[in-house]
């Protein structure tokens, strides 16, 4: 069969289940599909060719046996920040370069454990932190729709890789709107689950409080699918919460008649793009036709306080997390002296990129003696505003809309020298990372060729609501079929 790198899950788990394809010929498609688009868009920082081949042999005896599973032998891209036991894991850092974890993250043994097929590790922003991909220590990854422009960040590589089809899906982290603001860039599907509903175990660290893996996928189908796998509590990790994990695929029903949906204005700020905020309107009266009750009058009030507390909190976790990085136990170490205390000063300076010593300084001056009272503890004051706003609109909505982004994907280069206009590109993400909450982008139309995402945020651990109404969405309408014309 021709062009099998552009299914989905659903479609190859139903022609490997029928035996119309094996695993091998599926990988193999894709790995020939990564190594033909790949110098153009700069998706992976590692393609694992080898190792893919074998997992797809195993997951042919698999088969072969009867043991089948929604994953079992379809291709996953890994975002670089996911511990994989035997394959080089670097945060698109010179810190991580050379380092192969020798454990993988529960999420990995999730996925082992359906048979399934890792691709390659995803390029990304430098430990996470960037809403571009820009700041990855290797090379830039390109947008597959405009190749100028960049793909978000910092899972940006995992969602140029599902837009231009080099995997069948992909894992991301997000911290602030990594997966999400991505996604909406590259005009795929991109979910950020309840905080405590996914193993952080595995994940290396940016800010503890807020980190959470999700999938981007190439509609919420496949979505649904990878969330059955990879949520549930998980013993190593103490954050995670002993919920049931329901069946997500039975949300999948297209009826969004009587839910209530409320449209924040705190989210259509000013400076919004004019083309997202159309698209943005015509898509939620698309809703109402579905059938829903939205109410365009919604108001969460500390929302503006947001992007502030973020740039506080997340910096000073940043700041006590990348402390174990000294040069001494593993990863890059300075050695052109004989004095310890350089050694690990030098070891930082030039195994760090700019931005994330930008954030580490941040966060050591908040957390210092004498600020810690009038930056940290009042911005940890502000998360609790933030997240009661939330809670008090949940009272009377099923589900809140936003745009992912106030624009769409910017050029690359464009916002390099100017970190306050990068940080402002998460806007609309930042306090459901804050408050815990689960989200989802969506494909909802496009401006000037670009893709535009849609954001829907539901309670705590509801992350059925959200793909009911994704669902339903796309089901009425093609944006999640448009594909990049790569030239």
Same mark, same amino acid.
């Given at each position: 069969?021709?062009?099998?790198?552009?299914?989905?899950?659903?479609?190859?788990? &139903?022609?490997?289940?029928?035996?119309?394809?094996?695993?091998?010929? /599926?990988?193999?498609? +894709?790995?020939?599909?990564?190594?033909?688009?790949?110098?153009?868009?700069?998706?992976?920082?590692?393609?694992?060719?080898?190792?893919?081949?074998?997992?797809?042999?195993?997951?042919?005896?698999?088969?072969?046996?009867?043991?089948?599973?929604?994953?079992?032998?379809?291709?996953?891209?890994?975002?670089?920040?996911? #511990?994989?036991?035997?394959?080089?894991?670097?945060?698109?850092?010179?810190?991580?370069?050379?380092?192969?974890?020798?454990?993988?993250?529960? @999420?990995?043994?999730?996925?082992?454990?359906?048979?399934?097929?890792?691709?390659?590790?995803?390029?990304?922003?430098?430990?996470?932190?960037?809403?571009?991909?820009?700041?990855?220590?290797?090379? %830039?990854?390109?947008?597959?729709?405009?190749?100028?422009?960049?793909?978000?960040?910092?899972?940006?590589?995992?969602?140029?890789?599902?837009?231009?089809?080099?995997?069948?899906?992909?894992?991301?982290?997000?911290?602030?709107?990594?997966?999400?603001?991505?996604?909406?860039? #590259?005009?795929? @599907?991109?979910?950020?689950?309840?905080?405590?509903?996914?193993?952080?175990?595995?994940?290396?660290?940016?800010?503890?409080?807020?980190?959470?893996?999700?999938?981007?996928?190439?509609? %919420?189908?496949?979505?649904?699918?990878?969330?059955?796998?990879?949520?549930?509590?998980?013993?190593?990790?103490?954050?995670?919460?002993?919920?049931?994990?329901?069946?997500?695929?039975?949300?999948?029903?297209?009826?969004? &008649?009587?839910?209530?949906?409320? +449209?924040?204005?705190?989210?259509?700020?000013?400076?919004?793009?004019?083309?997202?905020?159309?698209?943005?309107?015509?898509?939620?009266?698309?809703?109402?036709?579905?059938?829903?009750?939205?109410?365009?009058?919604?108001?969460?009030?500390?929302?503006?306080?947001?992007?502030?507390?973020?740039?506080?909190?997340?910096?000073?976790?940043?700041?006590?997390? /990348?402390? !174990?990085?000294?040069?001494?136990?593993?990863?890059?170490?300075? !050695?052109?002296?004989?004095?310890?205390?350089?050694?690990?000063?030098?070891?930082?300076?030039?195994?760090?990129?700019?931005?994330?010593? *930008? *954030?580490?300084?941040?966060?050591?001056?908040?957390?210092?003696?004498?600020?810690?009272?009038?930056?940290? /503890?009042?911005?940890?004051?502000?998360?609790?505003?933030?997240?009661?706003?939330?809670?008090?609109?949940?009272?009377?909505?099923?589900?809140?809309?936003?745009?992912?982004?106030?624009?769409?994907?910017?050029?690359?280069?464009?916002?390099?020298?100017?970190?306050?206009?990068?940080?402002?590109?998460?806007?609309?993400?930042?306090?459901?990372?804050?408050?815990?909450?689960?989200?989802?982008?969506?494909?909802?139309?496009?401006?000037?060729?670009?893709?535009?995402?849609?954001?829907?945020?539901?309670?705590?651990?509801?992350?059925?609501?959200?793909?009911?109404?994704?669902?339903?969405?796309?089901?009425?309408?093609?944006?999640?079929?448009?594909?990049?014309?790569?030239?």
């Amino acid at each position: 069969m021709d062009n099998l790198h552009i299914l989905t899950i659903h479609e190859s788990h &139903k022609l490997l289940k029928e035996k119309k394809i094996s695993s091998l010929e /599926l990988t193999e498609a +894709v790995l020939k599909h990564i190594h033909s688009v790949e110098d153009n868009v700069r998706a992976c920082v590692t393609v694992t060719d080898q190792v893919a081949i074998e997992a797809a042999r195993s997951a042919d005896l698999a088969i072969a046996k009867g043991d089948i599973k929604p994953l079992t032998g379809v291709p996953a891209l890994i975002k670089d920040v996911i #511990c994989t036991k035997g394959i080089r894991t670097t945060c698109s850092s010179k810190m991580l370069e050379n380092f192969v974890p020798p454990y993988d993250a529960t @999420v990995i043994r999730k996925l082992q454990a359906e048979h399934y097929v890792i691709i390659g590790k995803s390029n990304m922003d430098e430990f996470a932190m960037g809403s571009s991909t820009e700041n990855s220590a290797f090379f %830039v990854t390109h947008n597959p729709w405009d190749l100028d422009r960049v793909p978000g960040g910092s899972s940006g590589g995992s969602a140029a890789g599902m837009a231009i089809d080099e995997g069948i899906y992909a894992l991301g982290s997000d911290t602030g709107g990594s997966i999400r603001q991505p996604a909406g860039f #590259c005009g795929v @599907v991109g979910l950020k689950p309840t905080y405590g509903r996914v193993s952080r175990f595995g994940l290396v660290a940016f800010a503890s409080s807020l980190d959470q893996i999700g999938p981007i996928t190439k509609d %919420v189908t496949d979505c649904a699918l990878v969330l059955n796998v990879i949520s549930g509590h998980d013993s190593k990790d103490s954050t995670t919460v002993p919920l049931d994990v329901p069946d997500y695929t039975r949300a999948l029903t297209a009826d969004i &008649k009587g839910m209530r949906i409320g +449209v924040p204005r705190e989210y259509f700020v000013e400076g919004m793009q004019d083309g997202v905020r159309t698209a943005l309107e015509v898509a939620i009266k698309q809703l109402e036709k579905l059938g829903a009750r939205v109410d365009w009058n919604v108001s969460l009030p500390y929302t503006k306080y947001g992007l502030a507390a973020y740039y506080i909190l997340a910096p000073s976790e940043a700041s006590a997390n /990348l402390a !174990r990085y000294d040069g001494v136990k593993y990863g890059y170490s300075y !050695r052109d002296t004989t004095n310890m205390w350089e050694a690990m000063e030098k070891t930082k300076q030039n195994g760090f990129g700019a931005e994330v010593k *930008r *954030r580490i300084m941040l966060g050591t001056y908040a957390l210092s003696a004498g600020y810690y009272d009038a930056y940290y /503890l009042k911005a940890q004051k502000v998360r609790t505003l933030i997240k009661r706003d939330f809670e008090q609109a949940f009272q009377n909505y099923d589900v809140l809309v936003t745009p992912t982004s106030p624009t769409v994907a910017f050029k690359i280069g464009e916002k390099v020298d100017d970190p306050v206009a990068m940080y402002l590109s998460d806007l609309c993400t930042l306090p459901i990372n804050i408050a815990g909450v689960p989200a989802i982008s969506i494909p909802a139309g496009f401006v000037n060729g670009l893709p535009v995402g849609m954001q829907f945020i539901s309670r705590h651990f509801d992350e059925e609501s959200l793909l009911r109404v994704s669902y339903a969405f796309e089901q009425a309408t093609d944006w999640h079929a448009k594909k990049p014309a790569l030239t």
